[in-house]
């Protein structure tokens, strides 16, 4: 039992010393090019604004009086699937402005702009051609506002994965390198 505890206090001993004489360095500065989580905050911010604003326009839109015009029954489908997704991204992209670091969160956001930006685009179509050139034209200039505030997101999530990356291979060189100083023979001294 003694031997097991002995081997166990060593173990624990050496991976401190590993620890200690390699202890990380202060983070890094962003990587050039890349953002600050405090300044794509209020990206975040205007992108949730603009989900919300994008909800308001889509309650307004009267789908049932354009099958009443011939349109196609799927498309009170589409614009109840548009009106879900403009409010998630609202709600997500404010949520991701507190922690804009959060990877997973930020392509969520962004899968939405792009899904919501389809079927807006789709919605706009039949607007067009069951409702008034006028009011298509306004759900299309509403809908264009978000292109460099994506952009941005595009550029920051990029940015934040090549980050990620990074850290992760500098962990695993890391790790690797403790685990070899670890199981390393040790040499006793030699008498002189």
């Not at 702009?113 to 009011?135: H, N, W, Y």
Request: hydrophobic share 45%; glycine share 4%; with cysteine.
């Amino acid at each position: 039992m003694s031997a097991v505890l002995r081997a166990s206090a060593i173990l624990a001993c050496a991976a401190a010393l590993c620890a200690q004489s390699h202890a990380a360095p202060p983070p890094d500065p962003p990587a050039a090019g890349m953002m600050n989580p405090w300044e794509i905050a209020p990206v975040l911010e205007g992108i949730s604004a603009h989900g919300a604003r994008l909800t308001n326009a889509l309650a307004r839109i009267n789908v049932r009086r354009w099958i009443e015009r011939g349109a196609s029954e799927t498309y009170v489908e589409q614009w109840q699937s548009a009106t879900e997704q403009a409010r998630a991204l609202s709600i997500t992209a404010g949520a991701l402005s507190h922690n804009p670091e959060r990877l997973s969160a930020g392509l969520d956001v962004l899968f939405r702009i792009q899904a919501v930006e389809t079927m807006v685009g789709s919605l706009e179509q039949a607007m067009r051609k069951f409702q008034t050139p006028a009011d298509a034209a306004a759900l299309a200039a509403l809908s264009a506002e978000n292109g460099a505030n994506r952009s941005r997101l595009e550029r920051y999530l990029v940015s934040l994965a090549a980050d990620r990356e990074q850290q992760l291979q500098v962990m695993d060189s890391e790790a690797q390198r403790c685990r070899a100083a670890l199981v390393a023979p040790t040499q006793a001294p030699r008498k002189r």
